[in-house]
């Protein structure tokens, strides 16, 4: 079992900045994968950045420029400091992680519960 704890969303007025934080715990042997997604009302939920443990990272076309993931590998940790936030960044913000179980040494893909992330005009 692995658990991903989500913190840092909240109210934050257009053009602010806010940085996210995800630690993962529990039977981890690696972390293939670590990244972000959100889901707006009524829409489907998209990735915003994802970084692999290679150092492949990848950002949504709509944060490009204005986003930054990065990872403590020490600390089971991925951060995203998102500037510039614009109301139609106002979403749930959902960790994700590819973990490889210390248990049997399979792979197994892990949600957080979801960060509210409100940019008011």
């Known amino acids: 079992q692995v658990q991903l704890v989500e913190s840092g969303g909240g109210l934050v007025q257009a053009g602010g900045s806010l940085r996210l934080s995800c630690a993962a715990s529990g039977s981890i042997f690696s972390i293939n994968a670590m990244g972000w997604y959100r889901q707006a009302p009524g829409k489907q939920r998209e990735l915003v950045a994802a970084a692999t443990s290679g150092g492949s990272i990848n950002y949504a076309d709509s944060v490009k420029g204005r986003g930054t993931i990065s990872r403590d590998n020490a600390k089971n940790t991925v951060y995203l400091q998102m500037n510039s936030l614009k109301p139609e960044d106002t979403a749930v913000y959902y960790c994700?992680?590819?973990?490889?179980?210390?248990?049997?040494?399979?792979?197994?893909?892990?949600w957080g519960q979801g960060t509210q992330v409100t940019v008011s005009s």
């Open positions: 994700n992680a590819r973990v490889v179980d210390s248990r049997d040494r399979l792979e197994y893909n892990w």
